[in-house]
């Protein structure tokens, strides 16, 4: 008998679960509204397009959660991170890639996968008959999203991301800026220059503050309030939160000496990170902004080094839905009250494009058991995908449920020194351990 796998939304966790699927021998078919309908953040048609940043954060697979998590997708034989790495780009420690190249090689090994048929119209209604995926994201359609709510009588709740800005890299005044990363962070030259920084003194920190503040912001809908995932806060709303948070979090100066200027610490520095491969365009690190356009412009210009700058694009808002998985789902990702649908993605509560990929990597392998007639639990949750399933389906409080980064906070601790000290050996504790369990889930389904 010939199974097929229907799958709805083509991002990160739609294509992985698809590939995963696919690879097993299961014929897949991904349902994508995009081009056909459009939203507010995508630019194209293409799968795993990635609309904020255009980084995977830190790939230390030995002190740090996402990192890990990388290993674990490699370990699976995952597309996300086989694209990611043929698409890399120069940013220190971090994974970064050229997003329109990235995303035109996941859709062109996807668009070549005998298995996998792909259909672009939008899914409307929650499906009755078959097994299925869904992986809509963060932009899931209103009529869909009310079809999840009409069965699951629970509602959908909202929050909302803000994309950053691009800039044309021959607009950066280098006089001003320079090339470096982080603490020199970095195997290679390249990798040690990965980023540009825009000093700031404090009278120009102060004054850019004031303007944040100022600055005309884009008003929500009736009905809708201003609820953000801490990692992708505006910067304007970190400035509203305190004055200095901004400059504790994406414009702290440490670990950054001025080659024009070594002699004099700045105050706050504005950094930018490649975007592309060919280094024409970077975008602002952490400056996703609900500014309106025309006060975009002004207030970062005032940046020093940017005073010229012609940006690519400039930084939006969009809205985020999520479900409450710890209510909804059991933990093989399945709706409780249609266990032949399963969610995978940003929709089940994870934030992050590496934790939506590594649900879709799941939620596929669990449907190709559940069709072969086997039944595959979760990884451990000492492993970082096992973590992130056990906090989406049973880990967090149900009436405080938000979206969640991976973390070492929700890997059962360790028994190791604590404080800073003992930091450094925790954490290849808790890698170590991880990597051993997933090896192990991996090797139970040969």
């Known amino acids: 008998m010939t199974h097929t796998l229907n799958i709805i939304g083509g991002g990160m966790a739609g294509s992985e679960a698809a590939w995963q699927a696919a690879n097993a021998g299961i014929r897949v078919i991904l349902h994508e509204m995009r081009p056909s309908v459009e939203t507010f953040a995508h630019r194209t048609g293409d799968f795993a397009e990635m609309v904020c940043s255009n980084s995977f954060r830190s790939d230390d697979d030995e002190q740090n959660a996402v990192g890990l998590l990388h290993w674990e997708m490699r370990a699976a034989n995952g597309l996300i991170m086989e694209m990611a790495q043929q698409h890399r780009l120069p940013a220190g420690g971090a994974l970064a890639v050229d997003r329109d190249a990235f995303s035109a090689a996941v859709t062109a090994a996807i668009k070549a996968h005998p298995l996998i048929e792909t259909s672009y ?9 078959g097994h299925w995926i869904i992986a809509t ?6 009529d869909l999203a009310n079809s999840i709510r009409a069965e699951t009588g629970a509602d959908s709740l909202a929050f909302f991301d803000a994309i950053a800005p691009i800039v044309y890299a021959d607009s950066i005044d280098m006089d001003i800026a320079w090339k470096q990363s982080r603490y020199d962070k970095g195997d290679t030259e390249e990798e040690r220059t990965a980023y540009i920084n825009c000093p700031m003194d404090k009278a120009q920190h102060e004054a850019f503050i004031d303007a944040l503040l100022a600055a005309d912001k884009t008003e929500f809908h009736e009905g809708e309030t201003a609820k953000y995932f801490d990692g992708c806060l ?5 400035a509203e939160r305190g004055r200095e948070t901004p400059r504790h979090g994406p414009m702290k100066p440490v670990g950054l000496t001025n080659s024009h200027k070594p002699d004099e610490k700045p105050y706050a520095v504005v950094q930018l990170r490649r975007d592309n491969a060919l280094g024409t365009l970077y975008n602002i690190v952490g400056f996703q902004t609900k500014m309106k356009y025309g006060a975009q412009t002004e207030v970062l210009r005032m940046i020093p080094g940017l005073q010229d ?4 694009r400039l930084g939006g808002i969009h809205r985020n839905t999520f479900i409450n998985s710890p209510t909804l789902l059991d933990d093989r990702l399945r709706l409780k009250s249609r266990p032949n649908i399963r969610f995978a993605g940003q929709i089940t509560g994870v934030e ?3 934790e939506s ?5 799941l939620a596929g392998r ?14 451990s949750f000492e492993t970082a995908m096992g973590s992130l399933v056990n906090h989406i389906t049973g880990g967090a409080d149900a009436k405080t449920f938000q979206p969640m980064n991976v973390n070492f906070g929700l890997f059962p601790p360790v028994d190791a020194k604590g404080g800073r000290r003992g930091r450094k050996l925790r954490y290849k504790i ?17």
């Open 430 to 446: 808790y890698t170590d351990r991880a990597k051993e369990q997933f090896t192990a889930w991996l090797a139970q389904q040969n």
């Open 137 to 142: 994201g963060p932009l899931t359609s209103g």
């Open 357 to 361: 990929a590594a649900m879709g990597l």
């Open 366 to 379: 669990m449907a190709v058991a559940e069709l072969q007639g086997r039944d595959l639990p979760p990884p």
């Open 352 to 354: 992050g494009y590496v």
């Open 234 to 238: 505006p910067i304007e709303v970190m």
């Open 309 to 312: 700058a012609k940006f690519a």
């Open 121 to 129: 119209e939008e899914i409307t209604e929650l499906p009755t008959d």
